[in-house]
Structures are given as C-alpha cells and as structure tokens.
C-alpha cells in the first residue's frame, strides 16, 4: 500500500468549487428602487448571470459581499438597476424572503478581516473568474484554492471537448495518479475538469490544457487550513483495530473503488447524508491515533446523530462498497463517476447491495459507531480520484 496515510481515512470528496456553479431551477427577480434581485435557479452560473446583463462577474462578487462564486438554488443576488439589468424579468420577491443555503467551512479558522479578500473564509470557491485562451479555448480557472478543496478548470470553445487537462504539480506528491491526464466532462460547448488540492499541499497548484499542439499552463495559490494537531487517545480496542488481519484488504477494497473512471452519473445538486448537519469534527483535522504515532489527515467530516438515524446518498450513482471494515466498520461507497466517489462510515447496518444504483436521497444505511468510533456519527468522505476533499462544500449544490 502506497500510503501509510492511509491508515485511517478514506473517500473525501471535497469539492471545492472553484468556478461558478450551477444551481436549480426556479428563479424570479424583485424590483427594489435602486436594486434588483434575482433568486437562483437551477442552471445557473454566477458567470452566466453577469455576462448576460453585461456585469462582470467580479462587480457582482462585490456587490453582493461574496469571496466566491458558488450560488445556491433559491439564493437571491443583488443586481444593479440600469441597463445592464433590463433583461431582468420583474421582481418576485424580496432578497430577505429567501435564505441562501450556504454550506459552512468549520475546518476554516476565521482569518482576520484586514486580510486579503480572496483568502477570507472560503478561498478555494472565488475562482473562476481568470480566464486565458489556449487554441479558441477559454480556460477559467479559481483564483486561490484551499489545502482539501475539489475544484473545477471550466473550458469553453468549439475545441473544449478535445483538451487535455492534467495537473503536473502533483508530481512528487503524496496523491493517487499524479499528473492523470483527464478528459473533460459537459457538452455544449461548456465542459469541465475536476481537480483537487490535497492535504497537506501549500505549494501552488499547477494545470495543463492541452489542445492538439498548442498547451496553456497556469498556476494556482494555495493556502493551508491552519488546524492544530489533535491527540486522540483511544481504548486500546480500538487502536488494536488499525492492526486487524483484514485491513490490507480493507484498504485494497476502498482504493479500487478510486480508482474508477466512469461517467458523470449525477446531474442535480448534492444534499447532505443526514437531516442535521451539525459537525463534530471538521474535514482536515490532523491528528494522532497512536501516543507518538504519525499526524494523519481526517479526510471525511464527522455527523453526530443517534444510532439508527437514515443515511442518505448525497447524489445519483452506484454502490461500489458494502461491507463491514475493521477500521470504517459498516461501509458504503457510492461512484458517482468522473472520479468522484463518496464514502458513509461506522454505520450499524447497510441498506444496499454492491452493483445497485441510487438515487439522491436514497436511504442506504443506519448511522452507528462500528470500526474506529468512538461514538455514533457518520463520518463522509467525498473523494475526487481518490483523494478527500471538503464535504460541506457539495452539499445544495450543483457541483460541478
Ligand atoms: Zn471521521
């Protein structure tokens, strides 16, 4: 096994959305007297929004306070009057009527408010809105990321679907597949590539747009989650467990699952796994397992919720693990193709079968505190071609 970081972890998906997202559909906009509001809907990209009413996107960050370009379905916008706006259809509803779902970084510490704007709480999201062209090709790419954050390169062109992305910064990096070359996802003369930052990773991030001959290459910032080392101290029947017989093929059965390649299964947003979302360890924490053990990465985010309480697939794919782990205990994985795979831990008993195809929402198992748990919760990982990225971000979100 390639990484002893492995010891405890697992499918993170984090997704980091660095580029405008999409969202659902059901939209309206509110005259005001100065300002109009338009609610997001599903289709939707900040990018689009702007462009059509002749905005820049970046003047719609600012007028709305946002870092980042991420929308939710039912968000409301502010929009300038004028004529930028006059293709705006009439007001439907104030922009206090709608609460926009907006998913948390607990992980984040708050950086001081003098700070540089981008890096304020959710960097990785603020993306997208730097654009360079490469054969007809514009590639937009975040503008800052986040240690753990799943991002998107948006290409757009007549050529975008022949690229060939890959991310040469990975080389020599504790990541799974370095440097893949990976075809873009989409149609319509809009397509995507998912990426993601691993933990641990300050050092900028680097992509590849390859097109025939021509090649584009642009660099990424990357900023560290500022976590302080966390010392667990376990009974030792549950540390005994990380020496358990089966756990090389624990570990085998999980990385086979990231290692698959197979189409985009989903096309509406994520939701979250279970009713509360309330955090009882936040993604990206480091800790140590063992008294003087190594610091190891908490890939997944932890649900606190009694045992026995619905776990629900956060999005349309198929279950490629059912089974129960030493260190994962009751385990389901979802593909949910494009290298995305999420991953439900400690569960007290499994509601699929491997080979079966779900549905968002679909309810696939109990939470419990089998395998290395201390207590019942579900631990999610939403991992993009097998490496852990923030879970919270996809949650009501279209993503990418
Ligand atoms: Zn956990």
Do not use: C
Request: charged share 15%; net charge positive.
């Amino acid at each position: 096994m390639k990484r002893l970081s492995f010891l405890f972890s697992s499918v993170t998906l984090a997704l980091v959305l660095g580029h405008p997202v999409a969202l659902a559909q059901s939209a309206s906009s509110t005259a005001s007297s100065a300002t109009l509001v338009y609610t997001v809907k599903a289709g939707d990209t900040l990018y689009r929004i702007a462009t059509e009413r002749g905005l820049k996107p970046e003047d719609l960050l600012r007028l709305n306070g946002l870092t980042a370009p991420a929308l939710s379905v039912g968000q409301t916008l502010k929009l300038p009057s004028g004529p930028g706006s006059a293709t705006t259809p009439p007001a439907v509803r104030p922009a206090t009527s709608a609460a926009p779902v907006t998913p948390t970084r607990p992980a984040t510490p708050a950086k001081p408010a003098s700070g540089p704007a981008v890096s304020a709480t959710s960097p990785s999201s603020v993306s997208a809105l730097t654009g360079n062209m490469v054969a007809g090709v514009t590639v937009r790419a975040p503008v800052r990321l986040q240690m753990g954050d799943a991002f998107v390169l948006h290409l757009s062109g007549e050529k975008a679907g022949q690229a060939e992305v890959s991310f040469p910064s990975e080389v020599g990096e504790d990541v799974r597949k370095p440097a893949e070359v990976l075809t873009p996802i989409g149609a319509a003369g809009e397509y995507l590539v998912l990426g993601r930052v691993v933990l641990g990773k300050t050092t900028p991030l680097t992509y590849m747009v390859k097109i025939g001959t021509d090649v584009l290459r642009g660099s990424i910032p990357v900023s560290a989650l500022d976590q302080k080392v966390q010392h667990l101290t376990l009974a030792k029947t549950l540390t005994d467990r990380l020496k358990a017989p089966e756990r090389p093929a624990e570990e085998k059965v999980v990385e086979a699952a990231y290692a698959l390649r197979t189409p985009q299964a989903w096309a509406r947003p994520f939701t979250a796994p279970l009713a509360s979302t309330a955090v009882s360890s936040s993604f990206g924490q480091p800790r140590t397992y063992l008294a003087g053990g190594p610091v190891l990465y908490h890939y997944g985010m932890d649900f606190p919720a009694a045992v026995g309480t619905p776990v629900r697939a956060v999005n349309d794919g198929k279950v490629v693990i059912a089974a129960t782990f030493p260190v994962r205990g009751g385990l389901v994985a979802i593909d949910h193709g494009a290298g995305l795979v999420s991953l439900y831990f400690h569960q007290s008993k499994l509601l699929v079968k491997v080979g079966q195809t779900v549905r968002r929402g679909d309810v696939i198992g109990r939470v419990g505190t089998t395998g290395l748990s201390a207590g019942p919760h579900l631990h999610l990982e939403m991992r993009v071609r097998g490496e852990g990225t923030l879970p919270s971000e996809y949650f009501n979100r279209l993503w990418p």
